[in-house]
């Protein structure tokens, strides 16, 4: 059942929100062992919010949206009182005192919050090998990994532990954990959903979105985590677009531009398998046969975007962890003086690819680099968004691969960083624009393994690339994407 | 390849970042940064003098709230989660007398 029968269902009285828990429950504590998905399985408050759920419906009030549907949330994000970890050792021990908004929107929508999911440690990477606390598996093929940084959300859906999921996307770790583990993903616009109570990797770039197995359903989860809050200065003020209003609205007429230097194209990037260039030219086709108009398109500085994000989002990581000092919360490591146990704590606690971030951050910002290389990343990010401007002019919205390949195995790529940066070439220019995009399943590879294309427009355009998602959802449902 | 950067960089990158490292680790990280800012080359070797910086997604302004008190996060309970608080205050090992 997707979240919105689900939900449906409650609502009319026709399940509980209880029973709807024990059946997902019962599916974690079946395949959890061998998935990792979750940190940690938040049963006890997830009782207590389903009983009350279903106390409203008994008393004839209305729970919400999302009346007794299970969500994972992604272990970086704020609940108080239980441990918010990151995937990282520094955290140790530590019990937010407060809620992220997005945490107490849930609530607020009826949602259960059934557990806390892995993550590469502080966002950092794109497998989930990077956790503390052991890498997530992907559920297609435990011997593969789900992507990351939001991997235990993506597995966790794609699982069925729960119909829904929470994640953070700052380089694509929503879109490229969805399309290895076969589910939606979106990142919205920079500022449509709350930061407050995330904890952040790189401000700038940083956005938390939905993970779910339909477009609506991602949607409906959307629009409830969705809107202003003064407890972000970035978070934007205008009401958000409703998105499941306009789903079913198809693409007849609508401009589809090819980003041809994403999509394989001459000039583009490489490295992007023929399997999932196979896969994006037919979901492009399918569109045209939908009504689209379709054209070719060229964002010429995007083949710049990982470079450039390689180098802010560091530079951004290495001012936002200078907090994890051993002073205020987390792992102490005690030592004779507050600078020696600053560096003794921060040590012990952070792993290999954290340490390594910091350091480019801390390198790219240092007295003689800053204009070389954080100094010139900001222009470039100057270029992208002049080069999309210029591109929605000629098209509604663009579609490019989501990953370059398709799931890959433990250990392939944690030799040479550059080797798994290079997963979030796709999915960076969004980030660096600030613009919305989402990642749809499309058929399988030649490995068998799952496939996603991914929608972009420009900024508050999720009525517009959800509705063009729908439309694949609904051809890759009939056997059109093979 | 290392000659984008050198272990002596390394040590002192480290030493700003307050992470200490030990000999293998400053190898390693060495010849991973070289390879990162290997790729970064294509940013940095850009003519774009005339090109304005973006630091941000959106054009922000400063955002200013009504001066109404609201209620704020308890302060026991932030302080209960220091490895070592005392009186109301974080408690933390000497900081005179250290070397800057």
């Known amino acids: ?482 | 390849m290392s000659d984008r950067i050198t272990r002596d960089e390394v040590i002192h990158v480290a030493r700003l970042a307050r992470l200490e490292l030990a000999p293998d680790e400053v190898d390693a990280f060495t010849e991973q940064l070289a390879r990162v800012l290997e790729h970064a080359a294509d940013v940095e070797s850009l003519e774009v003098d005339d090109v304005p910086p973006t630091s941000h997604p959106l054009p922000l302004v400063n955002v200013f709230r009504a001066d109404e008190i609201t209620p704020s996060i308890d302060r026991d309970e932030v302080l209960a989660q220091a490895p070592f608080a005392e009186d109301h205050m974080f408690r933390v090992p000497p900081v005179l007398g250290e070397e800057p």
């Not at chain 1, 989860?221 to 003064?230: F, M, Q, V």
């Open chain 1, 1 to 482: 059942m997707t979240a919105i029968e689900l939900s449906a269902a409650v609502r009319a009285g026709e399940r509980s929100a209880v029973d709807v828990l024990d059946e997902h429950l019962a599916r974690i504590e079946e395949r959890d062992g061998e998935i990792h998905a979750f940190n940690l399985v938040t049963a006890d408050l997830a009782r207590s919010q389903a009983e009350a759920v279903d106390s409203a419906v008994a008393e004839g009030r209305d729970p919400g949206p999302l009346a007794g549907v299970p969500v994972a949330v992604k272990d970086n994000t704020c609940t108080r009182g239980i441990p918010t970890t990151c995937s990282s050792r520094i955290l140790d021990g530590w019990l937010p005192p407060y809620n992220a908004t997005v945490v107490d929107r849930l609530a607020a929508a009826g949602a259960v919050t059934i557990g806390k999911t892995n993550l590469d440690e502080f966002a950092m990477g794109s497998s989930t090998e990077n956790s503390a606390f052991g890498p997530t598996r992907n559920p297609h093929d435990t011997s593969k990994v789900p992507g990351g940084s939001s991997g235990g959300s993506a597995a966790a859906v794609a699982a069925a532990f729960a119909p829904l999921a929470i994640g953070s996307d700052t380089g694509g770790s929503i879109r490229q954990p969805a399309a290895l583990c076969g589910v939606v993903g979106a990142k919205p616009t920079y500022g449509a959903v709350s930061r407050y109570g995330l904890i952040a990797f790189a401000s700038s770039l940083d956005q938390i979105g939905p993970f779910a197995t339909t477009v609506a359903d991602a949607a409906v989860l959307l629009e409830s985590i969705g809107g202003h809050d003064p407890r972000d200065s970035t978070s934007i003020e205008a009401p958000a677009p409703s998105i499941l209003d306009a789903l079913d609205r198809g693409v007849d007429g609508l401009r589809v531009g090819v980003l041809t230097e994403l999509a394989g194209g001459p000039g583009g990037v490489e490295g992007i398998s023929p399997d999932v260039i196979a896969r994006t030219t037919q979901a492009v086709a399918a569109l045209e046969a939908a009504g689209a108009e379709v054209s070719e398109v060229s964002v010429p500085s995007a083949t710049l975007g990982l470079s450039a994000y390689y180098l802010i989002a560091p530079a951004e990581a290495s001012s936002n962890l200078s907090r994890y000092d051993g002073v205020r919360y987390g792992l102490r490591v005690d030592a004779p003086t507050t600078g020696e146990m600053n560096t003794a704590s921060r040590s012990a606690g952070f792993g290999d690819e954290v340490k390594r971030r910091i350091m480019l951050g801390t390198y790219a910002l240092s007295a003689g680099y800053y204009d070389a290389f954080y100094g010139k990343a900001l222009k470039v990010r100057t270029l992208i968004l002049r080069d999309f401007a210029a591109a929605y002019e000629k098209v509604d919205v663009l579609v490019t691969p989501t990953s370059p390949t398709t799931a890959f195995g433990f250990g392939d790529k944690t030799a040479d960083p550059m080797a798994m940066y290079v997963n979030d070439v796709c999915t960076i220019p969004s980030n660096l624009s600030g613009h919305p995009a989402i990642s749809v399943p499309f058929g399988v590879g030649d490995d068998g393994l799952p496939i996603g294309v991914q929608i972009l427009g420009p900024a508050q355009s999720e009525p517009t690339i959800f509705s063009v998602a729908a439309v694949l959802e609904d051809v890759a449902s009939k056997g059109g994407a093979r």
